[in-house]
Nanobody, 120 residues
Framework: QVQLVESGGGLVQAGGSLRLPCAAS????????MGWYRQFPEKRRELVAT???????NYAISVKGRFTISRESAENTVYLQMNSLKPEDTAVYFC??????????????WGQGTQVTVSS
């Protein structure tokens, strides 16, 4: 089992910034990808950004140039720095841990979610 603890959500005005940390603990494996997804009020969920254990990043087109994902491997923590926030970024943000526990087995774990609200 992997436990994920998120924090950092809240209410911010358009153009502002927030940072979302997510700390993983438990059965951590060296081959993993951590990232953030978000779920909109209409329940649509989308990838925001991911980062592999080797440091390769991937971003949704809608956040490229505004959001930055990073990680501190020693602490099994990933950070999502969100700048130039827009009202359409309003969503519940979920941390994700995808680990390769066996050569044939990858497993996903999710955090509880943190609300980000951007006012216009």
């Amino acid at each position: 089992q992997v436990q994920l603890v998120e924090s950092g959500g809240g209410l911010v005005q358009a153009g502002g910034s927030l940072r979302l940390p997510c700390a993983a603990s438990g059965s951590i494996v060296s081959d993993n990808t951590m990232g953030w997804y978000r779920q909109f009020p209409e329940k649509r969920r989308e990838l925001v950004a991911t980062i592999t254990s080797g440091g390769t990043t991937n971003y949704a087109i809608s956040v490229k140039g505004r959001f930055t994902i990073s990680r501190e491997s020693a602490e099994n923590t990933v950070y999502l720095q969100m700048n130039s926030l827009k009202p359409e970024d309003t969503a519940v943000y979920f941390c994700n841990y995808n680990g390769r526990f066996r050569p044939w087995l990858r497993r996903d774990y999710w955090g509880q979610g943190t609300q980000v609200t951007v006012s216009s």
